[in-house]
């Protein structure tokens, strides 16, 4: 009688033992990958958009051949050190709070359009799953920018990114050779106070054109090196009203005595600069250094207005974008 419990625990254990073996054979391949791809520090723009893509690198991806025996889960599984396992469908697989991401691409011999791996369990692989191997062929890694919650210099830490599998096969592991430190790049831009002058009289604002005009420049100090694009728009401030935006031209603010008279912001060559509108630095190629941006302001009349005499001061703010 004691003999039967033994002779049923052996059957169980060889069952489960030959059902573990079957279900570890759904999917096999020849020649697993490891992908590497190079890593380097990046300096980008602090205002870029979210879904940027700020880093590429293309590498080859080794010769490999899967064959499965039934529909098997298919796609990547990032690495577990960059947090909750992504929801169904991902493409793109938050790394952290750094505020971005990466995504894979595979790129085919013969392929119309690349095909971005989704995670894990996105999509099936079976036995007709076309092509099934990957010859000769690439793979692309992309960090993108994925929200604005980052703080200082995030880094990407290196090592293992994450691995694509079909089933319980593992055909690629992704790796990063190193950390990627992230710069957010802007320039030091210190308030611009401009002098007008204090020897106008009320005559010199007879007709109706500007008087002559005052250089100034706004100073774009320790600009880092490698900025796609730095840009600049210029807005009147809180209590200095709009006269006209497409001419550039801002009234008084509320602390100034003179009536009748309003500023105009122009370029170096003396064309409105239209207030809410971006430019763009052309002075700034994308090296480290310091520079300027020419402008020039003039007084206007503004017509219809009895001129009174008085202090005539007005405020604009000017935004920077870094891109």
């Given at each position: 009688?004691?003999?039967?419990?033994?002779?049923?625990?052996?059957?169980?254990?060889?069952?489960?033992?030959?059902?573990?073996?079957?279900?570890?054979?759904?999917?096999?391949?020849?020649?697993?990958?490891?992908?590497?791809?190079?890593?380097?520090?990046?300096?980008?723009?602090?205002?870029?958009?979210?879904?940027?893509?700020?880093?590429?690198?293309?590498?080859?991806?080794?010769?490999?051949?899967?064959?499965?025996?039934?529909?098997?889960?298919f796609g990547l599984k990032p690495n577990v050190k960059f947090g909750a396992h992504p929801t169904h469908g991902t493409t793109v697989?938050?790394?952290?709070?750094?505020?971005?991401?990466?995504?894979?691409?595979?790129?085919?011999?013969?392929?119309?359009?690349?095909?971005?791996?989704?995670?894990?369990?996105?999509?099936?692989?079976?036995?007709?799953?076309?092509?099934?191997?990957?010859?000769?062929?690439?793979?692309?890694?992309?960090?993108?920018?994925?929200?604005?919650?980052?703080?200082?210099?995030?880094?990407?830490?290196?090592?293992?990114?994450?691995?694509?599998?079909?089933?319980?096969?593992?055909?690629?592991?992704?790796?990063?050779?190193?950390?990627?430190?992230?710069?957010?790049?802007?320039?030091?831009?210190?308030?611009?106070?401009?002098?007008?002058?204090?020897?106008?009289?009320?005559?010199?604002?007879?007709?109706?054109?500007?008087?002559?005009?005052?250089?100034?420049?706004?100073?774009?100090?320790?600009?880092?090196?490698?900025?796609?694009?730095?840009?600049y728009r210029i807005e009147n401030a809180p209590g200095t009203p709009v006269v006209s935006g497409v001419?550039?031209?801002?009234?008084?603010?509320?602390?100034?005595?003179?009536?009748?008279?309003?500023?105009?912001?122009?370029?170096?060559?003396?064309?409105?600069?239209?207030?809410?509108?971006?430019?763009?630095?052309?002075?700034?190629?994308?090296?480290?250094?310091?520079?300027?941006?020419?402008?020039?302001?003039?007084?206007?009349?503004?017509?219809?207005?009895?001129?009174?005499?008085?202090?005539?001061?007005?405020?604009?703010?000017?935004?920077?974008?870094?891109?």
């Amino acid at each position: 009688m004691s003999i039967r419990p033994i002779r049923l625990f052996v059957f169980w254990l060889l069952l489960q033992l030959c059902s573990n073996e079957a279900m570890a054979a759904l999917c096999k391949g020849v020649g697993t990958g490891a992908v590497n791809f190079p890593a380097r520090n990046l300096v980008v723009g602090k205002d870029i958009p979210i879904n940027t893509v700020i880093y590429e690198s293309e590498v080859t991806i080794p010769d490999v051949y899967i064959q499965c025996n039934s529909q098997q889960p298919f796609g990547l599984k990032p690495n577990v050190k960059f947090g909750a396992h992504p929801t169904h469908g991902t493409t793109v697989f938050p790394i952290n709070d750094t505020g971005l991401g990466f995504s894979v691409s595979y790129i085919g011999q013969h392929a119309t359009q690349d095909r971005t791996f989704s995670s894990y369990g996105s999509t099936l692989y079976g036995p007709n799953t076309s092509p099934g191997q990957w010859l000769g062929r690439r793979a692309r890694l992309s960090i993108i920018k994925i929200s604005d919650s980052h703080e200082g210099r995030p880094i990407i830490p290196g090592g293992h990114l994450g691995k694509v599998m079909a089933g319980d096969f593992v055909a690629f592991d992704f790796y990063l050779s190193g950390d990627v430190q992230m710069v957010y790049g802007s320039c030091e831009t210190p308030d611009v106070r401009v002098r007008m002058g204090d020897d106008y009289k009320l005559s010199d604002f007879d007709g109706e054109n500007e008087l002559s005009s005052v250089s100034f420049s706004i100073g774009l100090l320790e600009c880092p090196k490698g900025l796609k694009s730095v840009s600049y728009r210029i807005e009147n401030a809180p209590g200095t009203p709009v006269v006209s935006g497409v001419s550039g031209v801002i009234g008084l603010n509320n602390g100034s005595g003179a009536k009748g008279v309003a500023l105009k912001i122009m370029d170096h060559l003396g064309q409105a600069v239209i207030l809410g509108k971006t430019y763009k630095v052309s002075g700034y190629q994308g090296g480290a250094g310091d520079f300027e941006i020419p402008l020039n302001a003039s007084y206007v009349r503004l017509p219809g207005k009895a001129l009174e005499a008085g202090s005539a001061n007005a405020e604009a703010i000017f935004i920077m974008s870094y891109l």
